[in-house]
Nanobody, 116 residues
Framework: VQLVESGGGLVQAGGSLRLSCAAS????????MAWYRQAPGKQREVVAA????????NYADSVKGRFTISRDNAKNTMYLQMNSLKPEDTAVYYC??????????WGQGTQVTVSS
């Protein structure tokens, strides 16, 4: 499984961005997917997660009500709509996929920078 993120960039506080994660390879084996982020000097943390069919989602408390995770299995793509961005959302955002055998895959990351 290969994962490629896109959509990061520089945005002012209060603005919006939509991240995409395109999966290729053995996509039929992908089960749950998630977005993580890692800010400078901090540990990588989970931002949002979604089940295989998209029927269940979970969010970190810090992004609830502002971020929305979704996936389009027909396009093998996962999204993260980020609204009302704050400077503390600045981080490298990573796409994560877990297969039905428990293997984990990561994308290369995309930088999100929110200016105050």
């Amino acid at each position: 499984v290969q994962l490629v993120e896109s959509g990061g960039g520089l945005v002012q506080a209060g603005g919006s961005l939509r991240l995409s994660c395109a999966a290729s390879g053995s996509t039929v084996s992908i089960n749950a997917m998630a977005w993580y982020r890692q800010a400078p000097g901090k540990q990588r943390e989970v931002v949002a997660a979604i089940t295989s069919g998209g029927g269940s989602t979970n969010y970190a408390d810090s992004v609830k009500g502002r971020f929305t995770i979704s996936r389009d299995n027909a396009k093998n793509t996962m999204y993260l709509q980020m609204n009302s961005l704050k400077p503390e959302d600045t981080a490298v955002y990573y796409c994560n996929a877990i297969t039905n055998l428990g293997a984990k895959y990561w994308g290369q990351g995309t930088q999100v920078t929110v200016s105050s």
